[in-house]
């Protein structure tokens, strides 16, 4: 996973602009590789609605849930990684010093998890 995180594609093209609108601009590898990440998670989440009408044990259940929250915390980690590498950069870069407290609060929304 190391080198997904400092592999960075979307560097072909800055990830948020201040000219009107915040957006991230990413790779067509790094999304299709977020949105296949995310379709896994989907697919575990309606197997854990499936364990819990089927009655499954709970600690099975918790053990799956416990997997789908690290797997969303490893999508999470991938987009900070790049949003700190490109935006963050990008937007100090342009005089913008208010991004360091929304990083901040960021980092504090993902450390309560």
Known sequence: MAT?????????????SLSGEKKSYHSENVKKNQVSRLNRIEGQIRGIKGLIEKNTYCDDVITQISASQAALNGVAKILLDAH???????RIQEGDMEVLDEVLITIQKLMKK
């Open 4 to 16: 997904e995180l400092t592999n960075s594609p979307a560097a072909e093209v800055p990830c948020c």
């Open 84 to 90: 700190l590498r490109e935006c963050v950069v990008d």
